[in-house]
């Protein structure tokens, strides 16, 4: 094979040079931080249309925030920058609002770019992310970081690793904005389904192939794809789930199936009182 492995990647680092991280954010809001990191990858000759790609980055935004909570977003676009993947961090001590789901404000921006013909590429990526900034000691030394050093140390130790088949980390929010586009379109008129075709299609390359052929199977023999766990209940078949699964899948953006339907399984939002 001429083309890189994705399971021969190991370390965040083999992407990330010291110089295409920032220790403190100028910006106050999240589109001039994503043109800020946009800057140092244009600098490091690493993307060549910046204007492009600050705008597709904004629309994918627009449609749901990039933001994983606890302080962190990873705004992305999936655009052929002539190599794999580039990438940018940038940390705010003050904090930037990315409009995120837990409304707490940002304080770590990743930002990627990554090559089309390599869509595993960023799923490996994002699993590795979820998985080390899910852990409250290391969001903080990142937060925290006294100097660029400091940060970019941290920041190396990331390790990428394939999610576990039976779990999609972080992308049920994905998945269930699919879905809701997915139908509407079918009863919208001409041009407004154009448009829903537009969103569909850039959620779509973000999520694996796999993933997607289930998730359209579902949908053209059921009418939906994704199910919601109440109560421990699928919402999709009305059978309990594991009191394992059903306890994982609380309060987790992570994507399940049920082993009852095999629809997949996303937390019931929180009832507002
Ligand atoms: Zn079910």
Known sequence: ???KDASEISHFSDYLKPAQVIHDLKSKDKVQAIE???DVLSKQKLIANKKVLLTRLIDRENLLSTALGDGIAVPHARVDTGGDMAIAAGRSA?????EAGDKKKVHLI?????????P????????GLANFLRKPEFRERIFKAADKNDLYAALSEIELRLPQEDKIVSRAGLLKKLQEIEMKKRKAAKAQAKTLSGQAALIREELDEALLVRFDKLIERYGFAVAEVDEGVCQGCYISVSTEMSSAIEGSNDIY???????YLVAA?????
């Open 257 to 263: 199936v049920c082993e009852n339907c095999g629809k």
């Open 36 to 38: 800020e990191l946009l």
């Open 94 to 98: 003050a904090g930037l609002d990315f």
């Open 110 to 118: 990743i930002l990627i770019i990554w090559n089309p013909s390599l």
């Open 1 to 3: 094979m001429d083309r």
């Open 120 to 127: 595993g590429l960023f799923n490996h990526l994002f699993a």
């Open 269 to 273: 939002k929180r009832k507002k009182k």
